[in-house]
């Protein structure tokens, strides 16, 4: 039989996964009798926990919500999966920024030392909020990097590049495109920041080899341990915060948060159809069906194509270069419409085979 303490933790782990327990249920799952349950839920009261019975066929035991509800119990996986769940909120501009801030700190006063070293070691920054499900990270690689983070250690890692549709800030040369692979020998960087941006988390780092920034997926790191020697912690480029670094470098800039391409249009569509679908444009209404939409992308073709998503006629305002980008995609969208050895012809592959 478990000693006491051991069996007061596991009943109060129990009671805390469901609502309603029925007394034999928990002397089974806990291998004890039901007296001895009876006794068990009687020092948890003592202690202050507000375990109420139940009567009935199957009578049990409940913990009931209370206003001065002692600490929670909580394993490593759950206090790491709760600092995360909070510092997201925190940054998710859902109008709890501050009720988040205040959840984390009320609920690491109660936790044991070693939990609370974890939590405060793991610092993150939500940028953009998911609009789909993305990659999973390690509960336990998040923890790695975040105390990497904290203490200000080179962290060594491996380094996997599975196949893309989309560039990666920061990808160095041969990290393109391609199947998945390690990187070898392992990576060597400072890390300064972790961050999650739709979803999708990033470790913000000094490389060490590369001698620059780099953002890297998290979900495609393997750390090595131990850890490296400690550093003195950089400034970012230009002084910029981590949100505005990581933002320019999805934009192609050096960090200041600009698009490196701007233009605007006249889209036939009302405003509120259009602002649903752009998620750092300016949009203007300008009647009931028409609005203007300035707008931002990594390239002229890419500014194009984003506008171009729009089943609606449209007026470019300008500049030029936008213009000459929607020209640019309609003679490629045309040759591509022509059946295929027509299209072949047109991209001047007519040939004559050789005798």
Known sequence: MQKTSARLLALLSLLQARRDWPGALLAQRLDISPRTVRRDVDRLRELGYPVVAFKGPDGGYRLDAGAELPPLLFDDE?????AVALQSAAGSGAGTEEAAARALTTVRQVMPAHLRHRIDALRITAIEQPDTATDAVAGGVLVTLGAAVHAQEVLRFDYATPGLTEAEPGDGPGEGPGGRRAAT?????????????????YLVAWDLDRDDWRTFRVDRITPRIPTGPRFARRELPGGADVAAFVAGRFRGTDGSGEWPCRGEVILDLPAGVVSRHIRDG???ALGTDRCRLALGSWSW?????????????IEVVGPPELR?????????????????????EARGGGRESAP
């Open 301 to 313: 073709s890419g500014l194009a194509s984003v506008i171009g998503r729009f089943d609606a006629d």
């Open 78 to 82: 759950q206090a790491v999966a709760l």
């Open 185 to 201: 020998p392992p990576r060597r960087a400072e890390p300064h920041h972790l961050v999650t941006r739709a979803g999708r988390w």
């Open 282 to 284: 300016l949009v203007e």
């Open 324 to 344: 000459e980008a929607f020209a640019h995609l309609a003679r490629r969208y045309a040759a591509a419409a022509q059946p295929a050895p027509a299209a072949h």
